[in-house]
């Protein structure tokens, strides 16, 4: 592919001699993936004055289906919206959201309650699709005439050390090479960049792939005839039965995303043994029986959408010398159960534009400034993802969880100034990074849990009077500042 044709609009082409510095015009940039980040990113590098070329493997989303079984709608939060505020996009996106204010909990019998997800009414998650999200962001990046999207070129290997890339038209199945000043992968989990590193062996990098024993599954609740929603819309519903669950997400069109976490060989029922349609219809009967009754296509989407892995992916370090960086899941895959893929997609671009604003002299200072301020905060937002997928499938539904809930949506809405529990340190306190909520949150858990079960604080109390809460508030402040002097004499903070 000839890059100079399709960058007739700039004197400045990928492998032509170019100034030093690292101003807008002087600077070519190649991102490799054009998913949410990487159409976010070249959205704000283009609306700096970068030259941009981004190279995507799938077909352009905005002119063919090509959810195949993928997530077709995510959480949207707080972190998130921040890089939409950054690009001048907040009004555009808060259009293609519903409203999550709360989880929605279905027992066996088909018993519901409704956990809210802070005690502040302001604070709530949004369910949005990610096919709306992502053309929205690639249409905004294109009105740039110095950012190029092309589509159907799949990264097969970098060459880090010469900063080019190969590519494959999967159209007319040639093969060609780019270079460019910078390379940015953000192609996700599988990153061919990432990939070159490790094989490489140029310099000491560091790398783990750990994966759950769960995979997932997409489903679906149709809308109702009328083109209603079949259940509560704002909330996002959990079935938690211990070991799997499923999850259901609302979309504007009236539908809902249901998946099913589900381990592929444990237990009596899983994905190796879930092989026939009368099985499957079996096991949700017997598990699931309300959602069952709202999904006669139940069987068919089982058997058509794929099975998918859920895995942690963390490495180190992010970037080579000062030419090619790792960002968003290439750096950094997480599972989905804090809902924060996406949204510590989007911060990691906040924070590299804030990066770019410190006015670092050269590309390598950029790249250790922006990993040594970031990485702290995804490996936090990892660690946190597992142990929610733990909390939902599990704990959601046990007692001692719903009285801390309890006191600690109680707590919030009497003294919004003076506590937010972990989930709105992580999910709504965007200018706290996801480490800080992370050590906090989980100290304010241990001293709730540790005073629930030692009786020193009991939801029997009248939770509507204030001197009820203001005593719990100074022992939950209290014990929490003592764990957290003790983590850190022991070096786990």
């Given amino acids: 592919m000839n890059t100079k044709e399709n960058k007739s609009n700039s004197e400045k082409v990928f492998g032509e001699s170019r100034n ?18 990487g159409s976010l990113l070249a959205l704000r590098l283009g609306q700096r004055g970068y030259n941009v070329n981004v190279y995507e493997k799938r077909p352009d989303l905005r002119t063919v289906d090509i959810s195949a079984g993928r997530s077709i709608n995510l959480a949207f939060s707080d972190r998130g919206n921040k890089g939409m505020k950054l690009v001048g996009l907040e009004d555009n996106v808060k259009a293609l959201c519903i409203p999550m204010h709360g989880r929605m909990i279905h027992d ?25 999200l992502n053309a929205l962001l690639l249409t905004e990046a294109e009105k740039h005439d110095n950012v190029n999207i092309h589509f159907n070129k799949g990264c097969k290997s970098v060459d880090f050390e010469n900063t080019t890339a190969l590519f494959k038209d999967y159209l007319d199945k040639s093969e060609f090479i780019e270079d460019a000043d910078v390379i940015i992968a953000t192609d996700g989990a599988g990153s061919n960049l990432r990939k070159s590193y490790y094989l490489g062996r140029k310099f000491l990098f560091s790398f783990s792939q750990n994966y759950l024993t769960h995979g997932y599954k997409e489903l679906s609740i149709l809308p109702a005839e009328d083109g209603g929603y079949k259940t509560f819309k704002n909330a996002l519903h959990i079935w938690p039965r211990g070991d799997f669950m499923i999850i259901a997400l609302p979309n504007l069109d009236g539908s809902f995303t249901v998946t099913l976490f589900l381990s592929y060989g444990e237990g009596e029922y899983n994905f190796n043994n879930l092989t026939t349609p009368e099985i499957v219809t079996e096991f949700f009967e017997k598990e699931f029986p309300d959602a069952l009754a709202i ?69 390598e200072a950029i790249f250790k400034a922006y990993e040594k301020r970031r990485k702290p905060d995804t490996d936090a937002i990892a660690d946190l993802a597992i142990d929610n997928f733990h909390e939902m ?37 965007e200018d706290i990074g996801y480490r800080e909520a992370m050590l906090k949150g989980r100290a304010q858990d241990k001293a709730i849990l540790n005073m ?9 109390l009248d939770l509507t009077e204030i001197k009820n809460l203001k005593t719990i508030l100074d022992k939950v402040t209290e014990e929490t500042r003592a764990i957290l002097e003790d983590d850190e004499i022991a070096g786990l903070s």
């Fill in 20 to 37: 030093v510095g690292i101003d807008g015009a002087s600077q070519n940039i190649l991102i490799i993936g054009a998913g949410l980040c």
């Fill in 108 to 132: 066996k019998d088909g018993n519901t309650f409704m956990s809210n997800y802070s005690g502040r009414d302001y604070e709530y998650i949004n369910s949005i699709s990610r096919e709306d």
């Fill in 295 to 363: 999904m006669p296509n139940l069987v068919d989407d089982f058997f058509e959408n794929p099975t998918a892995p859920l895995g942690t992916i963390k490495c180190s370090p992010w970037h080579y010398k000062g030419n090619t960086l790792l960002m968003g899941d290439s750096a950094h895959a997480i599972v989905p159960f804090y809902g924060q893929g996406m949204n510590a997609s989007f911060e990691d671009v906040v924070e590299f534009d804030a990066v770019l604003d410190e006015g670092h002299d050269n590309w």
């Fill in 393 to 429: 499938k599990d704990h959601v539904g046990q007692a001692i969880f719903q009285e801390k809930r309890k006191i600690e949506m109680a707590l919030e809405k009497a003294f919004p100034d003076d506590y937010s529990s972990k989930y709105s340190l992580v999910t709504f306190n």
């Fill in 452 to 460: 629930l079960a030692d009786g020193e604080v009991s939801t029997a």
